[in-house]
């Protein structure tokens, strides 16, 4: 089971991303997806996560601007991001619970997708 996402690149300052995370291999059911980041010389933290039932839930610093999604037939998670801010700059991570078709449980993180917001 793994975890690949797309969808990172440099974007001016107001600008929008879209990150895409899809999960792949032998899975039964994704419960909790979300998505965290990590700045240079700061911790990871949560940016959105979503429950299977579309529950969703933001870091202060993102509300209003970051809109978290998921796609159950797909098996992805999806971080719309507009008004984007030299802040956000971050490695983003993707991040899954899954139950795989053997019916073990498993924390899955994707392999980090790059962030920049300059001009």
């Known amino acids: 089971v793994q975890l690949v996402e797309s969808g990172g690149g440099l974007v001016q300052p107001g600008g929008s991303l879209r990150l895409s995370c899809a999960a792949s291999?032998?899975?039964?059911?994704?419960?909790?997806m979300g998505w965290y980041r990590q700045a240079p010389g700061k911790q990871r933290e949560l940016v959105a996560g979503?429950?299977?039932?579309?529950?969703?839930n933001y870091a202060d610093s993102v509300k209003g601007r970051f809109t978290i999604s998921r796609d159950n037939a797909k098996n992805t998670v999806y971080l719309q991001m507009n008004s984007l801010k030299p802040e956000d700059t971050a490695v983003y991570y993707c991040?899954?619970?899954?139950?795989?078709?053997?019916?073990?449980?498993?924390?899955?993180w994707g392999q980090g997708t790059q962030v920049t917001v300059s001009s």
């Open positions: 991040n899954a619970y899954i139950i795989a078709t053997s019916r073990a449980q498993y924390e899955i």
């Open positions: 291999g032998s899975i039964f059911s994704i419960n909790a």
């Open positions: 979503i429950t299977s039932g579309g529950s969703t």
